[in-house]
């Protein structure tokens, strides 16, 4: 028999033992176990030898205990309760460790299984130049939502910083999109950024001047009261390899019923404004 095997038939002989309250005649216990009499010997005797369980004889074939509890004795009552407290008990030296393993591994499979996350499908995350990304966004690729058209406009001074960001390279928040359809991606975060870099582009936005927002001195002088079509080309190839990052979320996300967790930031919601 492998060491394997006398582990599992120690397991069970605790088992059946604990079930039986931590006392049971060995004639009883055999019974239950279904073992022939040497194996069941042979187990017994391992336990013994390892301090789990002691023998008393008295009647026929004796009984067997479980130890490792507090008791009034190797029978009667104080046995039983004891018994009943080892089996709740979690002190280490109460069973073997592979009934411990095994105790504890039941328990979690009972917890995890038929577990189901809400969300099943992936979030995606991709990197795309500004170029490629407003021809996309053009063609109805990426689009602004109607409830995002409304949400509260950023002053000029931060549109002005934030095209300053873009020329120098400065890490901006990704943009949150959400699978709708096949090429149809709905923008449930980024719609200021957005329409930032698509007025700037279409030089429909004047940057403001360096009193009005604090630009960084390699690029103040230059910028300051220009469109795009006034940056030398060095600064308009900038911005348009800029590249920006997509985070793409799961088509099975149900963006209406996490509105706290929306809005604390965890990702985007109908209701939750450009940041």
């Known amino acids: ?66 130890l490792g509890q507090k008791s009034d004795g190797p029978e009667g009552e104080g046995a039983k309760q004891g018994a009943v407290e080892n089996k709740k008990s979690k002190v280490e030296g109460d069973y073997p460790s592979h009934v411990y393993e095994k105790l504890e591994k039941g328990l979690s499979e009972s917890i995890t299984t038929g577990f189901v996350p809400a969300v099943l499908g992936d979030t995606s995350v991709t990197s795309m130049d500004i170029l490629t990304f407003m021809h996309r966004y053009d063609d109805g690729v990426y689009y602004v939502p109607d409830y995002q058209r409304d949400s509260s406009q950023w002053d000029i001074a931060r549109r002005s910083l934030f095209i300053e960001s873009l020329i120098n390279n400065i890490t901006v928040p990704p943009l949150f999109v959400f699978p709708k359809a096949p090429n149809e991606n709905e923008i449930v975060d980024g719609q200021q950024r957005v329409a930032t870099i698509r007025d700037f582009l279409d030089n429909n936005l004047t940057l403001v001047s360096d009193d009005e927002a604090e630009y960084r001195d390699n690029v103040a002088p230059i910028i300051q009261g220009k469109k795009f079509n006034e940056l030398p080309p060095a600064l308009q190839n900038q911005i348009e390899k800029y590249l920006l990052t997509i985070v793409k979320l799961p088509a099975e996300l149900d963006l209406e019923r996490s509105p706290s967790r929306l809005n604390r930031g965890d990702f985007p919601n109908r209701s939750h404004s450009d940041s």
């Open 1 to 66: 028999m492998s060491r394997q095997t006398y582990a599992e038939d120690e397991d069970q002989f605790v088992k059946e033992l604990t079930n039986h309250g931590g006392s049971v005649g060995n004639k009883a216990l055999l019974e239950t176990l279904d073992w022939g009499e040497d194996r069941y010997s042979h187990i017994r005797k391992r336990l013994i030898d390892k301090g789990l369980v002691k023998v008393r004889r008295g009647g026929p074939g004796g009984t067997v205990y479980l």
